[in-house]
């Protein structure tokens, strides 16, 4: 069964940091090229990172650059998205999913799997 696993959502200050983890079932991850988006309620959903399956490149959206950073580790068969200097406003369930697109995409039309999401909470 081809599945994806979020975890490592929480409630964090702002400041703060958080490391979510996308582990990967039923096949391997590093084929695919991974994408990061989060939702908040509201609000439509937004792309936060990838790393593309054909050159390893890592794309991040502007609202979080250089203070997210994603990898992946091939033996664990998970991706990782360490979030730093976290914000009310990064306040949104996260999702991860998985392309056969050879190239980076931040769009959520180009993913068709993805996993149920991790709730990441900033506040004080």
């Known amino acids: 069964q081809v599945q994806l696993v979020e975890s490592g959502g929480g409630l964090v200050q702002p400041g703060g940091s958080l490391r979510l983890s996308c582990a990967a079932s039923?096949?391997?991850?590093?084929?695919?090229?991974i994408g990061w988006f989060r939702q908040a309620p509201g609000k439509e959903r937004e792309g936060v990172s990838c790393i593309s399956h054909m050159d390893d490149m890592i794309y991040y959206a502007d609202s979080v650059k250089g203070r997210f950073t994603v990898s992946r580790d091939n033996n664990k068969n998970t991706v990782y998205l360490q979030m730093d200097s976290l914000k009310p406003e990064d306040t949104a369930l996260y999702f991860c999913?998985?392309?056969?697109?050879?190239?980076?995409?931040?769009?959520?039309?180009?993913?068709?799997?993805w996993g149920q999401g991790t709730q990441v909470t900033v506040s004080s």
């Open positions: 999913a998985s392309s056969r697109r050879p190239i980076g995409s931040m769009r959520g039309s180009d993913y068709n799997n």
């Open positions: 039923g096949f391997t991850l590093s084929d695919y090229t």
